[in-house]
């Protein structure tokens, strides 16, 4: 990607780990994330949604794509311990 589109992020998500930004110049930032224990998890359905939502939202307020994937995974994680489902 970095030739076919330089001053390009890739940012790859690597669930309980956290995630990487790729930079143009081959440099990984990592932005860990708090791993919740399977237990607590209440539903996950919707967690990859939710952190893209967060995550498009946060960016465009502030440019800032670390501070963004910080909030998505706070976002991502407010989702694994609240549940849509109606009873």
């Known amino acids: 990607w970095n030739a076919m589109a330089p001053n390009t992020d890739i940012l ?3 669930g309980p780990q956290g995630a990487s930004i790729f930079h143009d110049n081959n440099n990984a930032h990592n932005i860990p994330t708090r791993p919740m224990p399977q237990e607590e998890i209440i539903d996950s ?6 952190f893209t939502a967060a995550l498009t ?3 465009f307020q502030s440019r800032d ?3 963004a994937v910080q909030a998505a995974h706070r976002a991502a994680r407010a989702k694994l311990v609240s549940s849509n489902a109606s009873v």
């Open 57 to 59: 939202y946060h960016y």
């Open 45 to 50: 359905v919707g967690c990859g949604d939710i």
């Open 65 to 67: 794509l670390v501070s």
């Open 12 to 14: 790859v998500t690597q």
